[in-house]
């Protein structure tokens, strides 16, 4: 029997491909470009209709899909071919996937926080003896960043003391009666204790509540929804400065696992990670890297700096090798997410 979780983890990721997908297709219809085929999924097509121009199939592996476009990766002479269009019309194609990706993952989180009524904020409301440096933060703080990373929501006060270099010993900036102030070398504590079988580490710090209202949600929504986008931005800064190893990534069957994982455990989780996938996608998929959105939108930007398109030949040399090496790039990532669950 199909575990119930794992169906729904391929639904998930289906969906989102086919959201990211779809901003591509709609776009290039509402721009009259030509769409060969809509596919989601890939391999061996399980399911195949013919309307109009393009040809729509469902695809037996659940992960990937595209949006072919007629003229995308060879000349053509149809008025409709993608590289026929006018600059502005190709950059809204190319980006829409992306857009649609960050929309939906910020549609994710209004769902998720629709029936929160209250939420914890970076203020403190009483500070044990035990757990800080004597006379360094006070009840009535506002933390604003710890160490230089910047504090916008309370769960980021956990990333901050992670991230520290000098743990547990940090520079951490307050707000405090209207004014800023730096407070360096404090030393934070914290205590190793059992909840439900599993061992957790508690501050000795409390903090206040929040009270839910539209105006306080809809920003508790917005911020949670940059603070996303600043993981994947901290994500791709670590990995790019060695901060974070390549054993590290994970592949669409470690982040299944994940998924799995956290929908046994809390489906609100669940779909937070979900916002976090999709806000992920969105942003990865313009990164300047050949065979990506970013690397189609980069030729895009350098045709409008010259005032002519570079050749086709060689930016198809170009996403070719892209192609090439991301798809080593997978077989590596999806090679140590099988050794991981093989460990564990």
Not at 36 to 50: D, L, R, V, Y
Not at 230 to 255: N, Q, S, W
Not at 272 to 283: Q, R, W, Y
Request: with cysteine; proline share 4%; charged share 20%.
């Amino acid at each position: 029997m199909i575990d119930i979780y794992i169906l729904l983890v391929v639904v998930v990721f289906g969906l989102l491909i086919t959201f990211h997908e779809l901003g591509h297709f709609i776009t290039a219809k509402l721009s009259g470009v030509r769409v060969n085929e809509f596919a989601i999924g890939m391999g061996p097509a399980i399911f195949k209709k013919q309307k109009d121009d393009t040809l729509y199939a469902l695809r037996i592996i659940p992960f990937g899909g595209y949006c072919s476009m007629e003229g995308e990766d060879e000349d053509s002479d149809d008025p409709r071919a993608f590289h026929k269009k006018p600059l502005r019309s190709r950059i809204a194609i190319v980006t829409a996937g992306s857009l649609m990706n960050l929309i939906v993952g910020f549609l994710v989180l209004v769902f998720v926080f629709a029936p929160v009524k209250e939420w914890n904020v970076p203020t403190l409301s009483n500070v044990e003896p035990w757990s800080t440096t004597a006379g360094s933060l006070m009840p009535g703080d506002r933390i604003l960043a710890i160490d230089d990373y910047r504090i916008v929501l309370f769960n980021d006060i956990f990333i901050g003391l992670d991230r520290g270099k000098t743990a547990p010993v940090y520079d951490i900036e307050v707000l405090r009666s209207g004014r800023k102030l730096k407070l360096e070398d404090v030393t934070i504590k914290q205590q190793a204790v059992k909840i439900d079988g599993k061992v957790t580490h508690r501050l000795g710090l409390g903090f206040m509540v929040a009270e839910s209202n539209f105006v306080s949600k809809t920003k508790y929504v917005i911020l949670n929804a940059y603070n996303l986008v600043r993981m994947v931005k901290t994500g791709i800064f670590d990995l790019l400065t060695g901060t974070a190893g390549a054993d590290e990534m994970a592949g669409p069957i470690g982040i299944a696992k994940i998924m799995v994982d956290t929908a046994k455990e809390s489906m609100p989780s669940l779909w937070f990670l979900v916002a976090f996938i999709s806000i992920n996608l969105g942003i990865m998929n313009l990164l300047p890297l050949p065979a990506l959105d970013g690397g189609r939108l980069m030729f895009l930007l350098v045709e409008l700096v010259r005032r002519k398109p570079v050749n086709p030949k060689y930016e198809g040399y170009v996403h070719a090798a892209g192609f090439i090496f991301l798809m080593i790039l997978m077989v590596i990532v999806a090679f140590n997410d099988i050794l991981k669950l093989f460990a564990q």
